[in-house]
């Protein structure tokens, strides 16, 4: 599957792997060679996203049963 189905499955499926609050506050932006690009207007959700990035990426990864997301950053 080509990083565009990837990205656009994980948009659909934000609130899902996340949960409602979390997902509520940061969004997808992109996704390319397995970096994914998150925005967040909360500094607040931001600093916890990147401390807890290697828990989001395996909740991601095991969602979709295969590595898609190597790494997070915020745009």
């Given at each position: 599957?080509?990083?565009f189905i990837h990205l656009e499955n994980i948009k659909k499926d934000w609130k899902l792997i996340i949960g409602d609050i979390a997902a509520?506050?940061?969004n997808v932006i992109s996704?390319?060679?397995g970096n994914?690009?998150?925005k967040s207007n909360?500094?607040?959700w931001r600093s916890e996203f990147i401390l807890r990035e290697k828990e989001f990426?395996?909740?991601i990864n095991s969602h979709?049963?295969?590595e898609i997301i190597k790494n997070i950053t915020f745009y």
């Open positions: 599957m080509g990083e509520n506050k940061i996704l390319k060679n994914l690009k998150l909360s500094s607040v990426i395996k909740k979709y049963k295969q």
